[in-house]
């Protein structure tokens, strides 16, 4: 029986053969073109700017906000539903949150499915366990999310703008996820202007943060700061990149690539810049089809 790993490698071998994309071998890194485009590919590599192909049996999206894979789905909450795109299928289905309109998503270690949600008088994370009936989970602290994370062992982080930006941690407790002991991170420095993603180092446990300071309107934009246990305790050390208006945080299986999203002065079209990772060295940027929420494949999980 084959491995994940390897139908993995298989499919992405397949997928790039097809195409005629040099670099069989190479991982993806897939992007939510929205409803026009489908789900967009391109073959990960240095300097990459290579032009996306579509993935078969993707299109329809109706809009899009962030995306997760498991290895074998890629799932995008559209502010609406969820939309689950087979990998080994090449089917694209959607399936309702009944817990409210999904904003973000993540997988845990275990393939647990997070879902940051917003409802017209309140906010949630809901948490799809593989082999257990769905729940949601309440925190007082959350009023707005927007970006999603998961560490490790279980712990939720999702940044919030508005009234109160910043990131909220979920503890994990003994029955999963405890919204009863969630708190506002007291992060130095602190979320400035808009919070625009969250990701967690799965090898390390170490929280990144992106942010833009400015908010959209020039200056110091595309700041990436990451925090070492315990968050908030020790001063972070940040990045900044100096992106336009940069939203969207991801890291490559094994940690050693960084991408976020950007968009140009007066808006699209968007674009997925690479860098190295812990460096920050710039590897390119990949464009070519409106790219939105992204996410690499094969994907670590958590992611």
């Given at each position: 029986m084959k491995t994940q790993a390897s139908l993995l490698a298989t499919l992405f071998a397949?997928?790039?053969?097809?195409?005629?994309?040099?670099?069989?071998s190479a991982p993806l890194l897939v992007a939510a073109g929205g409803e026009r485009l489908g789900l967009q590919a391109w073959a990960v590599g240095p300097l990459a700017r290579a032009t996306p192909f579509?993935?078969?049996?993707?299109?329809?999206?109706?809009g899009y906000g962030g995306m997760a894979s498991d290895g074998a789905r890629v799932v995008i909450g559209?502010?609406?539903?969820l939309a689950v795109y087979d990998l080994r299928a090449r089917r694209l289905t959607f399936v309702p949150d009944r817990f409210g309109h999904p904003l973000d998503v993540a997988f845990g270690r275990d393939g647990t499915l997070y879902v940051a949600n917003l409802r017209a008088?309140?906010?949630?994370?809901?948490?799809?366990?593989r082999n257990a009936a769905p729940r949601q989970v309440g925190c007082a602290a959350l009023v707005a999310p927007d970006h999603l994370a998961v560490d490790d062992e279980g712990d939720i982080f999702v940044t919030q703008n508005g009234a109160r930006p910043g990131v909220?941690?979920?503890?994990?407790?003994?029955?999963?996820?405890?919204?009863?002991?969630?708190?506002a991170l007291a992060l130095d420095p602190g979320v400035a202007g808009y919070a625009?993603?969250?990701?967690?180092?799965p090898k390390t446990d170490d929280l990144l943060v992106l942010d833009n300071p400015s908010r959209c309107a020039g200056g110091l934009e595309g700041r990436v700061t990451v925090y070492r246990r315990p968050y908030g305790r020790a001063r972070g050390r940040s990045l900044v990149l100096g992106r336009n208006c940069a939203s969207g945080l991801k890291l490559s299986a094994g940690s050693t690539l960084l991408y976020l999203g950007d968009e140009g002065t007066a808006g699209p079209p968007e674009i997925i810049l690479q860098y190295g990772y812990p460096s920050g060295r710039y590897l390119g940027a990949y464009g070519g089809g409106e790219p939105g929420a992204f996410v690499p494949l094969p994907a670590p999980l958590p992611n």
């Open positions: 397949n997928a790039l053969a097809a195409h005629g994309t040099a670099g069989a579509e993935l078969p049996g993707s299109r329809g999206l109706l559209n502010g609406t539903t008088d309140s906010a949630n994370v809901a948490v799809y366990p909220v941690e979920i503890p994990a407790g003994p029955n999963g996820p405890d919204g009863a002991r969630c708190t625009a993603g969250v990701a967690i180092d």
